[in-house]
């Protein structure tokens, strides 16, 4: 018996087991592609003579480049660069929990050991997880190239366009075969992944703010940093312009590398164990871990470290560019417009970031606020509703470290941002003041993204992830950075958080707006607390 053998049936099994949420990723991925091609299509159909302006104003602009880019003036490269960053991210993801679902997560519940009595070899469930992430990326390329050419853009760049959204799907395959025989636990073997994920991100940003702009203001050379990034290899490929394929197999050849390497470490391990050991605890508890509280914050610190870093690099970035921003002229400072750049640009410019970051610490909090369903559904909270804890003070312990943990990453970032912005301007202490203020004031509208996933915990526990972060991707796509831009009805962006937050410090902050956010949050936390005290939790047998 080698070590494949039993792989084929493997795949059937984790077939079987996905064949709900796989297609469902596939499916609202090409979905939302074709809408959004479609309406940029009808839009541009009816006004041509916008469409190479606005393409001169993302290559222009630095902080719009973070998006992505786009080659010559087509509406299906227009739409990449709006549509491609938020897939290819949600291709990685999808593929990061495919394998570790049937890897890492097999082994952490026991169900690794019972197939492993059975007639199947040590590499049969990593083969299988790969070869069904792999297969679920093909046909995703497929899907979405499909999706654009049925609303009317060329076949060949639609395929090279879901072909380099799928690119990113291939690598991070590889990426958690790796993580999976690391980590010890699936939320470990995820972090990993998503730091690297995360990490991508910032290195095609960089590469792309830093890039040059040719004479014609239509094209970007990507800086360095975009070859480091599978996210930036994708964006090469340059879709309805250059169709550059050689980049799929630059991807290839690192997610081969990366499964190779995967096989080597899963021979140096033992079943249910990782190649990092588990750290022996103390004999006794300090004292914060008397507490939910400092529970919540003991299990959730090595993740909180992790954002940190994030965003204190991407605070760093982002503050080095502002001189950029200060010398824009003519079409490149319009899309401030909306953030009050008509009457300070450089404001305009750090609101617009400091919007980019409260949605990024949303995503923290949704993570954190997943725990809920998590510690539900795996045992822990019986283990801690055993002791003298209420229901409520093990809410209360994740609400309260997800306010300390939004607060201190928004003010890494804002310090991060206002510090460099004051070594390229100067003035640092008006700025510190100014750019902190504006991150602050994200945190009500995170803070009502959490509260409503608190909510949909509570009511509709089973159906909670998927729906959550649902939730997350319409409040982002409906809100102040994509919506105008979408042309989407007034009523829709207002459904938003991110909506009411005001664009300081490019205008004066307004209490009305945010007043309006605490007591969404409030009363959204309130019906999530009322249900939790009267329905019943789903313990594990």
Known sequence: MSGFTGTARLVRLALRRDRVVLPAWILGMAGFLAATTAMFDESYATHPELLEPDTRIVVE?????????????????????????????????????????????????????????????????????VVVALATNVVLALMLGLAMAV???????????????????????????VTSQL?????????????????????????NMMGAVDSAALRVTSAWPSWLSPIGWGQQMRPFADNSWWPLALAVIVAA???????????????????????????????????????VWRLQRGAMLGWAIGMLGF??????????????????????????????????????????????????????????????????????LGTAVSRLRWLGAYAVNG????????????????????????????????????????????GVLGAAVVTVVMVLPRWSVGLSWLLVVFCVFVGPMFGPSLELPSWLLDLSPFTHVPNSPAVAITSGPLLGLGVTCVLLGAAGTLMLRQRNLTLPA
């Open 403 to 446: 306010l300390v943990g939004a607060t201190l990453l928004m003010l890494v970032f804002g310090v991060a941002m206002a510090i460099t912005a004051g070594q390229v301007l100067g003035g640092t202490g008006s700025l510190v003041r100014d750019i902190v203020g504006a991150a602050l004031i994200q945190l009500p509208a995170i």
């Open 257 to 295: 590398s990366l499964c190779g390497l995967s096989v080597v470490l899963i021979d140096r391990r033992d079943v249910g164990r990782g190649m990092w050991p588990e750290r022996r605890g103390a004999a006794h508890a300090s004292l914060p871990l008397r507490s939910p509280i400092g529970l």
């Open 61 to 129: 602009n630095p902080g719009m480049r973070v998006l992505g880019l786009v080659t010559g003036a087509s509406v299906g490269g227009y739409t990449l660069h709006r549509d491609a960053l938020t897939l290819a991210v949600l291709a990685a993801m999808m593929s990061v929990l495919a394998v570790i679902r049937h890897t890492r997560q097999a082994e952490e519940l026991g169900r690794q050991e019972m197939l492993a009595a059975g007639v199947v070899g040590r590499y049969a469930s990593l083969s299988a997880a």
């Open 315 to 384: 605070g760093l970035i982002f503050g080095a560019l502002s001189d950029r921003i200060e010398g824009l002229e003519g079409a490149a400072t319009d899309w401030y417009s909306a953030f009050g750049g008509d009457v300070d640009l450089l404001g305009a410019y750090w609101a617009s970031m400091m919007q980019v970051a409260g949605m990024a610490v949303a995503v923290y909090g949704v993570t954190l606020m997943l725990r809920l369903r998590h510690d539900e559904t795996q045992g822990t909270l019986e283990s801690v």
């Open 183 to 207: 980590a010890c636990t699936t939320r470990g073997a995820t972090g990993l992944a998503g730091a690297g994920l995360g990490v991508s991100f910032m290195f095609a940003a960089l590469g």
């Open 151 to 177: 609303s009317g853009q060329v076949v060949a760049g639609s395929l090279a366009g879901g072909a380099s959204i799928a690119l990113v799907g291939v690598v991070f395959t590889g990426v958690a075969a």
